[in-house]
Nanobody, 124 residues
Framework: QLQLVESGGGLVQPGGSLRLSCAASGVTLDDYAIGWFRQAPGKEREGVSCISASGRITDYADSVKGRFTISRDNAKKTVYLQMNSLKPEDTAIYYC?????????????????WGQGTQVTVSS
């Protein structure tokens, strides 16, 4: 059964860095695109970044471009989100998501497998 598990969240000061991990089981990861999303209290879930199955295509929300980097290690069945220069407005629960047999980035309502989320808090 396909399962995604996020990890790596925590409390960090503004300007700091975190690396989130999305570990997959039950799949051959190089067949699936992975998206990262976040949801802050009182706000809608929003897309952060995504990476194609091959890793050759990546996309970022304008709000994180130049600060976040998505990558994948298919042998480890893991996708990473390196977050640098963190800001208080980055505070949210971060989720990774995928859809079976889809190799390219999808819209929010097209991802039907989600992890449990990991909390990122940016505060001084």
């Amino acid at each position: 059964q396909l399962q995604l598990v996020e990890s790596g969240g925590g409390l960090v000061q503004p300007g700091g860095s975190l690396r989130l991990s999305c570990a997959a089981s039950g799949v051959t990861l190089d067949d699936y695109a992975i998206g990262w999303f976040r949801q802050a209290p009182g706000k809608e879930r929003e897309g952060v970044s995504c990476i194609s199955a091959s890793g050759r295509i990546t996309d970022y929300a304008d709000s994180v471009k130049g600060r976040f980097t998505i990558s994948r290690d298919n042998a480890k069945k893991t996708v990473y989100l390196q977050m640098n220069s963190l800001k208080p407005e980055d505070t949210a629960i971060y989720y990774c998501a995928t859809r079976t047999n889809r190799r390219y980035c999808l819209g929010l309502n097209e991802y039907n497998y989600w992890g449990q989320g990991t909390q990122v808090t940016v505060s001084s």
